[in-house]
């Protein structure tokens, strides 16, 4: 089975800056994938290489089988994103940010229609579908964005740090959903400063300094460094202090 993200020595310079390192990984088709770091640490730019939006200096990568460097566009089709800052248009309707986004990624009328309804469903947005999505309580902005990541039923979704500033209860119902997205295939790239959502990932990687310092599952990288949680591993790695 093909890897839904392969990467073999991915370098980024700016100039004499090294942001990212001869990074080499692979993500497996339905796996929830976990990307943390520090701020600095090379996350975002690496992430940028994987979408399409930025051409790296040396190295090999591919996403859902196409390559960074000669099939970027195609990478954009294939793939959803989504990140901190709240990415739908505050001044249209959850309905309206719905059929936008998914007549920007193709889909047929009466698909859309479907794929509305069924996530104003879904969300339990029936009440405020058509009021001015900026009125909304952040969870529910964040819920609708994933949902909307999600519409065009790509192979791979990047969520980068998509549960920062809500309330814990709404993190749980959002991770609930990312089960349920990988559950049917979707391959689920993340990001987040929340160590306890580390521990939800199937396997997680810690970059330092632009280069990958540890990869493993959960369970297996506490087990690595001697500690009992994924708070422990990253102050360890990212830090370069002991939780003991």
Known sequence: MRNAVTTNKLT?????????DAITFTVAPGEIFGFLGAN????TTAMRML???????SGTATVAGFDVYTQSEQIKQVIGY???RFSLYDDLTPRENIRFYGGIYGLKRADLK????????ELELGSVADKLT???????KQRLAFSVALIHEPKVVFLDEPTGG???ITRRHFWDMIYAAAHRGTTIFVTTHYMDEAEYCDRVSIMVDGQIKALDTPGALKKQFGVDSMDGVFQILARGTSTK
């Open 12 to 20: 980024k310079r700016f100039g004499d800056f090294v942001a990212t």
């Open 40 to 43: 600095g640490a090379g996350k």
């Open 51 to 57: 979408c399409g939006l930025l051409k790296p200096t």
């Open 82 to 84: 989504m990140s901190q």
């Open 114 to 121: 479907a794929k509305a309804n069924a996530i104003i469903e």
């Open 134 to 140: 900026g009125s909304l309580p952040l969870g529910w």
């Open 166 to 168: 809500v309330d814990p």
